[in-house]
């Protein structure tokens, strides 16, 4: 009994490959965050991409009012659109990234 345990003290061969494994592990999960956060960064950029495009719309329009010459008549309707905050493309800026 006391030689197999001996021996399993002494047994060293999974240690490497262990040892390995925790090295690839650890790389890959620092590659996963990385990536993560790149991919974070391109989505944020998108996305502000997409605000500013809903921004820069011009909402205003103009209906012009008609008549005839003894019955009815109508007014015309006008609404304007003014510059929001926000409307501009670098007004979202990520922090620890240089603007573009």
Known sequence: MTHIF???INDETG???S???ILVATIAVLG???GLSEI?????NELEDVASAFGSVNQSFYVNGTHSDDKACT???RYEDDAD???S????????YLAE
């Not at 974070?40 to 944020?44: D, L």
């Open 89 to 96: 493309q670098y007004d979202i800026v990520g922090s620890g």
């Open 32 to 34: 996963v965050v990385v």
């Open 6 to 8: 001996t021996k399993l």
């Open 19 to 21: 040892a390995e494994l």
């Open 85 to 87: 905050i926000c409307d």
């Open 40 to 44: 974070a960064y391109g989505v944020n």
């Open 75 to 77: 007014t015309g309707s």
């Open 15 to 17: 240690f490497i490959v």
